[in-house]
């Protein structure tokens, strides 16, 4: 396919006035730490409208590529990127990327969703029922784009928390979340004082993670097994490769004051409960919708629904978070990054973009960035910080809600680069560092 269309590669740099630095978060949940700010890093000035640590730069190789969810970069420094949904009739892009600008260099698909990885001579994409493969060459290109092989079909789709994003180990297994469509499982989603449902027969189907094998077609529920449930939805995910083990960040449920008013106020609401990493097992469960994770309390509370009162800790069954976030921030992206181009401290560390609240209020809307995780001996360890801001163009746009760029996917260039992706413009960012 010749190139479509091309894509300058600056963005107006913005000055972007301080660096939100949120709460502190260590390895273990239930240990009291400091609830104010975490230690910031020296942030250098805007580039790319981006605030990013000292040594830090950031360029836009691409921009309105229309909803760029996923992304995934070959070892040769090709760009596979998801679109939510088709633009201009498609809906996976292949980027050719030379000095700092990426041009289209085919376009196919038709189908919307969010998920893409290359892996092991194919591309995997994924729609929201399905996923799918295509066959690559010696230089990762889709040789057939018109003939995918389907791996899994028939998966829910209820348009809500409907994306199958996904992940794939080393041993040819394929991870998919299936998402809940519901907030908390009640009797009558999302109306006030509703019960949650006996025995929740949402997670037969949804609200966890299941396990496909990545070479074998047509598959469906029942050649899958349900790897981990109680997660109520995952858009971010990936194999941490140092302790061979699967890494979610749940996206926490909504309404506390909205649903229970006698039980949480609006600040609680606005906050409450985590965002959560969760490292996770064949046999886990997280606990949705029974529990939640509060992270000012640092314990696993009872839902509402299920018979709680934002106090009653819930059974110890269910698994802890590795780390908590505060609420509503929507993790969409999580990479466990491995290269060499970052100083030491980044090595194994994990980069999660969070694409930002829309149900904080009253209280300012939050998130829009991308934050860094320290990691030590696989676990996460020490204090969190916000790698990249300004996403949204201006605190007034943050605390609005009404944010120009929102980050969700992320990706490892070959030579250590960090790629994001904004699904609200399609602009993908490339971040490098300079010693």
């Not at 966890?208 to 449930?229: C, E, H, M, S, V």
């Not at 926490?252 to 965002?275: C, I, N, S």
């Not at 320290?374 to 201006?394: C, H, I, T």
């Amino acid at each position: 396919m010749k190139n479509t269309k091309s894509f300058a590669f600056g963005l107006p740099v913005l000055a972007i006035a301080g660096l939100i630095v949120l709460n502190a978060c260590t390895s273990d949940p239930g240990k009291k730490t400091d609830d104010k700010q975490a230690t910031a890093p020296i942030i250098t000035e805007a580039s790319a409208g981006l605030t990013l640590p000292t040594g830090f730069t950031a360029i836009a190789v691409a921009e309105n590529l229309g909803g760029a969810r996923h992304i995934s970069i070959t070892p040769q420094g090709e760009i596979y990127v998801k679109l939510e949904r088709p633009n201009n009739g498609k809906s996976v892009l292949l980027l050719h990327e030379t000095n700092g600008k990426a041009e289209i260099k085919a376009g196919f698909g038709t189908y919307r969703g969010s998920g893409i990885k290359v892996k092991d001579g194919y591309l995997y994409t994924s729609s929201n029922q399905d996923v799918y493969r295509y066959k690559l060459n010696a230089n990762n290109e889709v040789i057939d784009p018109a003939k995918p092989e389907t791996i899994v079909f028939g998966l829910i789709d209820r348009h809500q928390h409907e994306a199958k994003s996904f992940t794939l180990d080393d041993a040819g297994n394929l991870y998919v979340n299936i998402g809940a469509y519901s907030n908390s499982c009640q009797i009558k989603d999302r109306q006030k004082g509703s019960l949650g449902q006996p025995g929740c027969p949402i997670l037969d189907s949804a609200g966890g993670i299941w396990q496909f094998k990545a070479d074998k077609l047509n598959q469906t529920y029942k050649d899958g097994i349900r790897y981990a449930t109680g997660l109520r939805n995952v858009v971010g995910l990936d194999w941490n490769k140092q302790e061979n083990k699967l890494y979610v960040m749940q996206h926490g449920r909504d309404g506390l004051h909205d649903l229970f008013p006698e039980m949480y106020t609006t600040k609680q609401q606005a906050v409450l409960p985590a965002e959560c990493l969760y490292a996770i097992n064949k046999g886990d469960n997280a606990g949705w919708p029974y529990i939640y994770y509060d992270q000012e309390q640092k314990k696993k509370i009872l839902a509402p629904e299920y018979g709680g009162d934002g106090k009653k800790e819930g059974d110890s069954k269910f698994i802890d978070p590795v780390a908590a976030y505060p609420g509503h921030l929507a993790p969409n992206g999580l990479l466990f990054y491995t290269g060499d181009q970052f100083p030491a401290k980044y090595k194994n560390g994990a980069f999660i973009a969070f694409h930002g609240s829309w149900n904080r209020a009253p209280e300012p809307q939050a998130g829009f960035f991308v934050v860094f995780q320290p990691f030590k001996g696989g676990k996460p360890d020490g204090q969190w910080e916000v790698f990249a801001n300004g996403f949204s163009g201006s605190a007034a746009n943050t605390a609005s809600g009404r944010a120009e760029h929102r980050p969700c996917g992320l990706a490892q260039g070959p030579d250590g680069s960090l790629y994001v992706t904004d699904d609200a413009k399609g602009t993908v960012y490339k971040i490098g560092y300079k010693k």
